[in-house]
């Protein structure tokens, strides 16, 4: 019970995190945001590790290391998604990498239940409506093939989403991110989430010299400065979580993060979208509670 509730609360911090992350990338690169924040979580971290003054565990550990090329990248798409595409459509498609561990389990012999299955098939139909959107037609197209297709005008024809694309590459990385961060947070979550720390601002450091994006204002540090704090404290919680819980529960419970991200972008930004759009991102949603529920 006690693993469930740290995942569920690094949900809620992953949650607030990637909607003000989504929001500064609109106006800078997901480099220039991680630039700041990914340093301020590692520093906090690492006075929290001298302070414990515990040293590291086994090599179990640099497990975190591959964690972290996952989700350092799922977090850059996550990000460039977000920018170009609605949140609402984004948060959901990359929350279904919870999906991920769950096959993984799968695969060394667990067994799915009916909720799973549900959970599952709701998840991917879910994923699939709301990657389509409706476009306007161009004006002055009256033929008759487009009239059979759509007596209304302005829903035009089906397109990707924007974003979507972003938001599958983020789904894959974020899934394979939990199974080495459960590997890794079995001898100490606390330096498990060090390490991965470390590494992620090594590699958005070499990002940054090697893209050189234009530097953040001094007026967007506090809002970077709070993405840093709680997209370390969600990896922190999801950690500790990891070293008391199943990784097939815990992970899932950890990615109902999209929940926050949607109701925050439709309290704030009043984000609106087609209605099988919405379908899609309830089946996405309710996809992931499902599985959660197996």
């Known amino acids: 019970m006690f693993a469930a509730a740290l995942a569920l609360a690094a949900a809620a911090s992953w949650g607030i995190g990637d909607f003000l992350g989504g929001l500064k990338s609109r106006s800078l690169r997901p ?3 991680l630039i700041v924040a990914q340093p301020i979580g590692g520093v906090l971290l690492g006075m929290w590790v001298a302070v414990r003054g515990q040293g590291p565990p086994g090599s179990e550990v640099l497990w975190a290391c591959v964690a972290s090329v996952f989700g350092t990248t799922g977090l850059i798409a996550f990000y460039r998604g977000m920018a170009a595409g609605a949140l609402s459509i984004v948060a959901p498609i990359a929350g279904a990498g919870a999906a991920i561990p769950v096959i993984w389990g799968l695969v060394r012999g667990d067994h799915p239940s009916v909720y799973q299955q549900l959970g599952f098939a709701a998840a991917l139909i879910g994923i699939v409506l709301a990657s389509f959107e409706r476009r306007p037609r161009p004006a002055g197209e009256t033929s008759q093939f487009a009239q059979t297709l759509s007596t209304d005008p302005l829903r035009g024809q089906a397109a990707f989403a924007a974003g979507v694309g972003w938001a599958a590459i983020a789904m894959l990385a974020f899934g394979g991110y939990y199974i080495p961060m459960h590997a890794a947070s079995q001898g100490d979550f606390l330096w498990a989430a060090f390490v991965f720390r470390l590494t992620s601002t090594t590699l958005i450091a070499g990002a940054w010299l090697a893209l050189r994006p234009p530097r953040a204002r001094r007026a967007d540090f506090p809002v970077l400065a709070s ?11 999801f950690s500790a979580a990891s070293a008391k819980g199943l990784v097939s529960v815990v992970s899932i419970l950890a990615s109902l993060y999209p ?19 919405e379908l899609g991102i309830a089946l996405a949603l309710a996809g992931i509670v499902l599985v959660s529920a197996g």
């Open 31 to 33: 480099v220039a945001v």
């Open 259 to 277: 929940v926050v991200t949607v109701l925050l972008a439709r309290a704030v930004l009043h984000e609106r979208v087609h209605r099988s759009q």
């Open 227 to 237: 993405i840093g704090i709680l997209d370390t404290g969600g990896n922190v919680l």
